[in-house]
């Protein structure tokens, strides 16, 4: 028998409730979606009953980034859309350090919510953690899913820069007031009037490592591409 690590960590849970003669179900909220995906595959009808009782009492707001990424592994859709439901609708409450541990369809699928409730400002420091924790598997594709203007019209100044150092350099095409170069500019951060004012005054593109010293953030390769350069530039003149 050949299970995940997660369901192998439910495995002595789950045999001590199938020989306990108590049926005592020692369920947490990080093995639940795991000893339910081993009542289905048992065909063990009390534990699923008693599992899903378990979970409807314990999934909330805290909880449910956990059974979010637990009931993907498994494939429980119906555990994974309420879960996910959850998240959206609870976003700021929710465990931040398992929101950062999701993985990128999950997160994304979190931004793109009906669900979703929050604060703009507040959405774009989260986005902006997780491309800092996802930053090797940051693509245009996941950048514009999880930075949607009709989601995050306004960014938090703070963040601003950040997000403008990689929509330069994973968005280098996207334009209009929607985009998230422009929405950071509207953010008024002064350390992008500066960086822009570097980039048409001494027409060079600062260097990743002089702007992420100042900012104390990481170094992005290739940050000075000409065609990053080119833009910074165009941008510097409609701002200034």
Not at 153 to 179: C, F, H, M, Q, W
């Amino acid at each position: 028998l050949t299970v995940l690590d997660s369901a192998a960590d439910a495995f002595p849970v789950f045999l001590d409730y199938c020989y306990s003669s108590e049926g005592k179900l020692d369920a947490t909220t990080h093995i639940g979606a795991a000893l339910k995906h081993l009542a289905v595959f048992f065909g063990n009808s009390a534990l699923f009953d008693e599992i899903c009782q378990f979970i409807a009492g314990d999934l909330n707001w805290q909880t449910a980034p956990t059974y979010y990424a637990e009931a993907d592994q498994f494939k429980l859709p119906n555990l994974t859309n309420a879960a996910a439901r959850m998240c959206a609708m609870h976003f700021p409450s929710a465990d931040y350090d398992e929101l950062m541990d999701l993985k990128t369809n999950l997160f994304s699928a979190i931004i793109a919510s009906p669900y979703l409730a929050c604060d703009s400002k507040l959405l774009s420091r989260r986005v902006a953690d997780y491309c800092r924790a996802h930053s090797g598997e940051l693509t245009p594709e996941l950048l514009a899913a999880i930075t949607p203007a009709d989601k995050m019209p306004d960014i938090a100044p703070k963040e601003a820069l950040y997000l403008y150092e990689r929509a330069l350099l994973y968005l280098p095409n996207e334009d209009g007031r929607g985009s998230l170069r422009q929405r950071c500019i509207d953010a008024g951060n002064p350390f992008i009037q500066t960086w822009l004012k570097r980039a048409l005054w001494l027409d060079v593109l600062p260097c990743a490592g002089d702007i992420t010293t100042a900012k104390n953030e990481h170094v992005i390769p290739g940050f000075t591409a000409p065609s990053a350069l080119q833009q910074a530039q165009v941008e510097a003149g409609q701002v200034l």
